[in-house]
């Protein structure tokens, strides 16, 4: 095949996919909607699934004309099914629908539940060996090596949603793998980059959900505030991409215009550039090995002006070397320590803790899930279960500790 059929479209051009949206009623669903919305030729909807906001999901599912709308609340069934009436929508309720949704036949299956919740449905849509394009995290990070196996098994294609791992996607030469030096994520340093460490132990939860960025759910923005996402991201890196732990570095770059980063041994770094819109990153995953128009701004280089960088200081932001110390300690360390970030980040939501409570509270966790030699490989979803039980279940406890 010659370059300019593959740049017209390449093999699957033409062909309409059939999607799936695990968690559509979120950020990311909600963008993934958008820009099918503006390709309407491109794509079948098969099933949407969230959870409480049934008033959306059934004004979604209407509008790109599911086959089916799933809540993962059962107790939200008659309410989903009201508002569904006469509109030719199946409606369905709980968290075995939501597991049939997922293995219904589709193309593509987003997956954007948000946090460990999505990891049972993401490996049943996976059961049928399609392609996934994963945004939520918690997979790789929880469950890395379970995940990438059962992903190996059923012969499903993982693509990156999250825009690091999306530019890191579209600049890694496969060919050249054994050349690459180095992965380096850009992170935009949240809405406390310049803020000094007193500050930080005053910052309230309605500061912390406004990322300068990027709009986002209130999960992922709130460890955009303390950078634990950088150090997810670094994690989900090394189980998407063929490096080790000591190639994958993070750096600071306010302006979130350069996505992501791979250096190689001659000295070259190729990066990925664009507005700060998930709707570009989510396209290319729609479209991949192709690409498609995006509802994006263009980028403007010459009206931004700058673009700078520095380095992420330790002291203010320590959850991404938590990380990275996770990800050398292997086995279940990622999974309990993503567990009790979860419960950290809800208690800090819920002004219980402070926001500096919440890499603390992790950390501490994390010190008594060794001292319990709860830190041991993994090699199933039962693992993976007990390792997240015993994080969430710490993390409460030491939650009530450290109330403010
Ligand atoms: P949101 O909080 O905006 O949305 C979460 C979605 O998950 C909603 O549809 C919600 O339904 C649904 N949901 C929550 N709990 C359950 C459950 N138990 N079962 C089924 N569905 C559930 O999150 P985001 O869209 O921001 O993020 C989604 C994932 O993508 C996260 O893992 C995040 O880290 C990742 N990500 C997000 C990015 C972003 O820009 N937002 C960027 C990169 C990655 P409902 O609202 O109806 O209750």
Redesign the pocket.
Known sequence: MSLVELTNGGPLAGKVRKLTI??????????TLDVVAHQPDRFEVVAL??????E??AEQAINCRAKVAV???AGLYDALKEKLAGSGVEAAAG?GA?MEAARRPADIVVA????A??LK?TLAAAEQGTTIAL????CLVCAGEVFNSAMRKYGAQLLP???EHSAVFQVFEQKQRDQVDQIILTASGGPFRSATYEQLKEVTPEQALKHPN????????I?SATLM?KG?ELIEAYHLFPVEPGQLDAVIHPQSIVHSMVSYCDGSVLAQLGVPD?RTPIAYALAWPSRMPAPVERLDLAKIGQLTFEPIDSDKFPSVGLCLGCLETGGSATAVMNASNEVAVAEFLSDRIGFLGITELTREVLNEADAAGMLGNMTSLDEVSDADEFGRRKAGELAQRLQK
């Open positions: 695990l968690g559509a009623t979120g950020s990311i669903g909600c963008s699934v969230g959870n409480r906001n049934v959306l999901l809540t993962a609340d968290m939501v954007a539940i948000v946090g919740a999505g449905p945004a939520n995290k918690e949603v999250d825009s990027w709009d986002m759910g209130p999960k992922i923005t460890d996402n997810l998930m």
